[in-house]
């Protein structure tokens, strides 16, 4: 059986951002840590809530992610407003035939 190596990086973003993510990413998880509403890619995700892009077996991951923050629809909205969005993501490792995707 043929191993592939991998690894994983964790950021935590508390202002709206491009992410950039590794080019050999194979998979994405967003966590929302803050109290307002996280967009991950325009997709809501309310406090607490997560959400995962996984790839499968020798997949890359070669779409953009987008992070960015609002109040609106939380009832009642934070007194004060705390951004932070921990984005995980899974990358291979050089080499396996993962150099040159």
């Given amino acids: 059986m ?6 994983t990086d964790t950021r935590i973003y ?3 951002a491009k992410v950039t993510l590794d080019r050999l990413t194979n998979g994405v998880t967003v966590k929302n840590n803050g ?6 890619n325009s997709d809501p995700l309310l406090p607490g809530e997560s959400k995962a892009v996984g790839g499968n077996y020798g997949e890359i991951y070669t ?3 987008d992070i960015s923050f609002n109040v609106i629809g939380l009832t009642p909205a934070p007194v004060t407003p705390v951004n932070s969005a921990v984005v995980t993501y ?3 490792q050089p080499g396996d035939g993962f150099d040159n995707p």
Wanted: proline share 0%; charged share 20%.
């Fill in 2 to 7: 043929k191993f592939l190596r991998y690894n």
């Fill in 14 to 16: 508390q202002q709206a």
């Fill in 90 to 92: 899974k990358f291979y």
């Fill in 35 to 40: 109290n307002t509403v996280c967009l991950f």
């Fill in 63 to 65: 779409g953009r992610l």
